[in-house]
């Protein structure tokens, strides 16, 4: 049942995708020279409606499967079904699709206000930087992490971009918001007595530290909303 969920849920993700994405050329193509700024904005504008609409459907659709499953195993009170429920559960939280609720740490890290003589790269954060952070909080019982809102996945890379990093399929600039859920104790000592902090902080890179209480890490998107996807947009000139 999990499984035929997970497709179904991936057929109508892509579709929808797909969906957007010829509708948005489709304007663009078709009215080229025909239509006024203004004429293709009301048009775009009514896709993004279109989409966000969609967008809650689906939503609407995820929480009532959900919440029908929770019931079946509560009704029938069968322990495979509800083993089943469980690992599904389990399975979610371990692929980062389920808010995370707990107290932790908040990292945040900002380039050094005014570079030294040196190389100019020393004096902003890479994301080697970042990632040896992640690294640390992981070996030290991280549950749950986020930068900038953007949930960590076991799969999630960052490249550096120029001034910016890259995560999952978003450009981030700093400052860089990291946050961790696990025992507050361990991970605010871990990172505080890293040692490529201790030399970050030599160069000027800021780096706050904070224990936070009862906090959530908010799930991986699968899909993003219509103004995400819209913000990826670059103009270019012919």
């Not at 195993?73 to 979610?92: F, H, K, T, V, W």
């Not at 952070?133 to 019982?141: A, K, M, P, Q, S």
């Not at 859920?181 to 706050?208: C, E, F, S, T």
Request: aromatic content about 8%.
């Amino acid at each position: 049942m999990v499984k035929t969920h997970k497709i179904l849920m991936f057929v109508v993700f892509l579709l929808l995708g797909m969906l957007i994405t010829l509708q948005f050329r489709g304007i663009l193509q078709n009215n080229e020279g025909q239509m006024s700024i203004k004429e293709l904005a009301a048009s775009l504008e009514a896709e993004e409606a279109e989409g966000r609409r969609l967008l809650e459907e689906l939503n609407n659709l995820e929480a009532e499967w959900s919440q029908l499953l929770n019931n079946i195993g509560s009704r029938q009170r069968d322990p495979e079904i509800m083993a089943l429920i469980n690992q599904r559960d389990y399975e979610y939280f371990r692929a980062g699709l389920t808010n995370v609720r707990g107290n932790g740490i908040v990292i945040t890290m900002q380039d050094a206000q005014t570079a030294g003589s040196g190389d100019i790269e020393d004096y902003i954060i890479h994301d080697a930087d970042i990632t040896g952070i992640l690294n640390e909080l992981r070996i030290n019982g991280a549950e749950a992490i986020s930068i900038n809102g953007e949930r960590i996945l076991g799969t999630s890379k960052l490249v550096c971009a120029g001034p910016t990093i890259f995560l999952n399929k978003s450009r981030y600039p700093p400052p860089y918001v990291i946050k961790a859920i696990g025992d507050p104790d361990i991970l605010y000592d871990a990172i505080d007595q890293l040692p490529n902090v201790a030399i970050m902080r030599i160069y000027g890179i800021r780096i706050d530290i904070r224990k936070e209480y009862d906090m959530v890490i908010e799930k991986y998107r699968l899909y993003e909303s219509v103004d995400e996807w819209l913000s990826h947009l670059e103009v270019v000139s012919e």
